[in-house]
């Protein structure tokens, strides 16, 4: 091919200077503190808690949306409706509203004295400042990353196919899950892992809805704000770092995923 | 095709480049920057075009003064980083502190250049309750009683919240002439009662007001009036606690800054103005803060009843002392903040 070069070029000074160079600087930054004092900083509960609250609330809300998004997908491709034009453009709302503003309406509404939470509160439900409340933000904040990777996908899945299937004598379920389903699996593992990815890092919508109790309901990204703000560096670095490797590690087994759910339906 | 696709592609890319590349104004100043904590934009969109009259009359010039708001920590992270500053008025003598001791930005005296320790107004932790104070708070031991929501942001986020935080432990420590043990019990009782932590004192407001939670809100006495004033004096209750902590509201010229810039004398006469009664005026008429001078100060005493306070200096031995045993990580606020 030619133009190799000037393109492989290309993209190794953009890839260093946007993604490597400050990663390169996140994970220099902490052992100012020594190995022992980054893993005392990680190791605290506080830490820990965050951690598991900022990664489980991300694969829920990651699992929520590959179902969800899987359904408008389908939705949209598969049926002709009124102000479907419209419905489609909505989707990408949770990528053009400012994070804090979403964080805030979903909060008025999920508050016990909100539009939903007031029907919730008797019950003895309460979203808004739970744990609860964070899945809810990475949710929203998570579906049009599914529904913009599936969705092209499914347009050019053949409806043939399934009718090909029907007419062998599958029935709708057995269609789904060995036709619909093998062919849209690498895009639903990517918008998985993209939807993932955002949810993990989010601050500014959760910040809002969380409450922020300690040990209960912090995120790890406001630990690392809290470090920012008493002007401890290396200690937010650290957190910052264990967040990248955790991160890198599932992407990386998402991707393993990907490769293997290839391989299978090439088979 | 690909010619004209790929200057189409590049036309965003110039115009990005543009944007962030266009240079600041160097050499003559005619406008200074007052980067400031956040919720001082009302405040000093008051007063600017004050000073900006003043400044017109005394020397002939025009000058424009720019305002920059966020949490203080963050906006002297910013200055260190890089941001222009000619002048800081923040809401913690730390974040100027900061900037000496890491950047020698400031100078290292710089609460002796402005009178007040470089304090032109100042306030203090008060409560906001809902009308007729059905669970009657009226001090700082009625808010640890059982069922009574307390509403204040996190400490570690908000300095706001750390004069709360300071305000509640010296009030303990009195009570209980100096025993570690209860006064530190107190305050914890008192984060346990504490439903939702905001990271600001905004955000504290707001889950107080719209989401209506809690019985009380805890914050700067200047917004607890504020507060009262636009949503509702028949709703609101002020109330101010027999004793607090004293919040200082503290200045500095960014000399690093100011004289790259040639801006010293402008920003001076900036951070004076904030002295002078017109501006203490203001400060406090219309946002409800304590002023340094006495004429201004005993005309708008009205909603601002006396109060004994106390300083950080006497209580805790001043700011670097309870930075490193209360604030810093593993310190006492970690001790009764983290364990729920």
Known sequence: ?267 | MTKRLSRLLALPLIAGALTLGSPAKAAEPDAILNVSYDIARELFAAINPLFVADWKHKTGQDIEVKQSHAGSSRQARSILEGLQADVVTFNQVTDVQILHDKGKLVAGDWQQRFPNNASPYYSLPAFLVRKGNPKALKDWDDLVRDGVEVIFPNPKTSGNARYTYMAAYSFAQEKFGGDTAKTEAFVKKLFDNVPVFDTGGRGATTTFIERGIGDVLITFESEVHAMRKQHGEDKYEAITPSVSLLAEFPVAVVDGVAEKRGSQKVAKAYLDFLYAPVAQEVLARDFFYRVQDETVSKKYAAPLPAIRLIKVEDAFGGWDKVTQEHFASGGTLDKLFGQR
């Open chain 1, 1 to 267: 091919m030619p133009g190799f070069g000037p393109a492989m070029g290309f993209t190794l000074a953009y890839m260093g200077a946007v993604i490597l160079i400050p990663l390169a600087a996140l994970v220099l930054r902490p052992w100012t503190l020594g190995a022992e004092g980054v893993w005392d900083v990680v190791s605290s509960p506080r830490v820990l808690a965050s951690l598991r609250l900022s990664f489980g609330a991300a694969l829920i809300a990651a699992t929520v949306n590959v179902g969800l998004g899987l359904a408008v997908a389908w939705m949209l491709v598969r049926y002709d409706f009124p102000l479907k034009r419209i419905v489609d453009a909505m989707v990408d709302l949770p990528f053009a509203l400012p994070t804090a503003v979403a964080g805030l309406a979903l909060t008025a509404l999920y508050a016990p004295n909100g539009w939903i939470g007031q029907f919730l509160a008797p019950l003895g439900i309460q979203i808004a400042f739970t744990p609860a409340g964070v899945v809810v933000a990475l949710i929203f904040i998570g579906l049009p990353f599914v529904v913009r990777t599936v969705q092209p996908v499914l347009q050019d899945l053949n409806p043939e196919l399934e009718e090909a299937a029907v007419t062998l004598g599958a029935g709708r379920a057995v269609t789904f899950r060995r036709v619909v389903l093998p062919a849209l699996m690498p895009a639903l593992l990517t918008g998985y892992a993209l939807a993932f990815a955002r949810a993990v890092g989010e601050y500014g919508s959760v910040i809002f809805i969380a409450g922020n109790m300690p040990m209960v309901s912090e995120i790890a990204p406001l630990l690392i704000v809290v470090q920012l703000e008493q002007y401890d560096y290396a200690a937010a670095a650290a957190i910052g770092m264990v967040m990248l490797l955790a991160s890198f590690v599932l992407l990386l087994i998402i991707n393993l995923l990907q490769r293997y759910s290839r391989r299978w339906d090439e088979r």
